[in-house]
């Protein structure tokens, strides 16, 4: 067994944070069906504004919302971007032809692009 990335929200902006909710993060659930994310299912979140990276569970939300819940929100602030990350088993037989789902969006948590492989990076000289 290996554990690989299942999907990502790629650079998703913090729309709220709310301490004072029980937990989790709230995501547009139009992202959550893009990046096959189900509602309490577990999710890595990296925050690329300060570093802090964080595990909770994912609940659906509105249009373009991204709300970071409970204790994570003394680690996320509004307007940071976050990478939102899930994780699944493999065998090594599901690996040939694997890759996970990748969703990109803008500022506004509109999705840009939808990516079912991370594409090789490109040196030129």
Request: proline letters at 2%; a neutral charge.
């Amino acid at each position: 067994m290996r554990v690989m990335l299942k999907s990502k929200i790629h650079r998703a902006t913090v729309t709220d944070c709310n301490i004072n909710y029980e937990g989790s993060i709230t995501i547009d659930r139009k992202l959550l069906k893009e990046a096959d994310i189900l509602p309490y299912e577990q999710v890595h979140i990296a925050d690329v504004n300060n570093g802090n990276r964080l595990i909770t569970y994912a609940i659906e939300g509105e249009n373009g919302e991204i709300c970071i819940n409970g204790a994570a929100a003394r680690l996320v602030n509004k307007g940071d971007i976050v990478i939102i990350l899930t994780y699944s088993n493999f065998e090594e037989d599901e690996l040939k032809n694997y890759h996970p789902r990748l969703v990109y969006v803008d500022s506004q948590n509109k999705i840009t692009a939808r990516k079912g492989a991370i594409e090789k990076i490109r040196r030129e000289g």
